[in-house]
């Protein structure tokens, strides 16, 4: 399948800009990106004001290849329902940060109504799945105990399967990355990442192995 797929044109679309894009957005593109850069695959990446819009899903990245479409790539639990709180139930987040890149490439008055619409459903969606009632610190050691699991499971290891990486590489690579370099109103998220060496290692692995050299 992966020969078959070096011949065929495959486009990542995205969001437009770094001020536009999400923390949880930008995880799950880095994500895609890093596990077709691991497959070897020519990639595109292409970025659209509307790419939500344009997802057979409405979740960012999707992909096209030859004539299909697909939208994400398997979602890890914890970090993207901690991502999701922290993005638009914090509340200074979602003021200072969020609703303000979200709406960024809309004109008065569709960027406030866009940004609260989807805040509202965001938070409808964080009710429904039990994490309504969470506080802060509660969402942060969701993330620290996350990482320990992924740290013990990691161990001395490059990759989560020993010497060859995998679609669970790509997907930890993109959130915990996203984690650690995206510019939220707190340090707390990344600083639980940053307490496990052996995770900034693999990140920075992957980085300097499939994108620093690309």
């Known amino acids: 399948m992966t020969e078959i797929l070096r011949l065929i044109s495959i486009s990542t679309f995205v969001l437009f800009t770094e001020d536009q894009i999400l923390l949880s957005d930008c995880a799950s593109s880095l994500a895609v990106q890093a ?19 344009m997802s057979p899903s409405g979740k960012i990245p999707f ?6 479409v697909v939208s ?13 709180y922290i993005q638009w139930c914090d509340d200074a987040t979602a003021a200072e940060i969020t609703r303000p ?7 008065w008055p569709l960027c406030k109504i866009l940004a609260y619409q989807k805040q509202w459903e965001v938070r409808r969606k964080i009710n429904a799945i039990g994490w309504g009632g969470k506080s802060l610190e509660q969402v942060y050691e969701d993330v620290s105990q996350c990482c320990q699991a992924l ?16 679609e669970l590489d790509a997907l930890v690579f993109g959130h915990l990355f996203t984690i650690l370099t995206t510019r939220l ?30």
């Open 72 to 84: 994400e790539l398997g979602p890890i639990v914890q970090f993207t329902k901690a991502k999701l």
């Open 35 to 53: 596990y077709l850069r691991m497959c070897g695959l020519p990639v595109q990446i292409i970025c659209k004001v509307n790419a939500e819009f």
């Open 151 to 166: 740290s013990q499971r990691l161990g001395t290891q490059p990759y989560f399967f020993n010497k060859q990486p995998t």
């Open 63 to 68: 992909i096209h290849v030859g004539n299909q």
């Open 185 to 214: 109103t707190s340090t707390e998220l990344a600083e639980r990442v940053k307490s496990y060496s052996n995770l900034l290692s693999f990140c920075r692995r992957i980085e300097q192995t499939y994108f620093e050299s690309s």
């Open 101 to 107: 890149r979200y709406s960024s490439p809309y004109s």
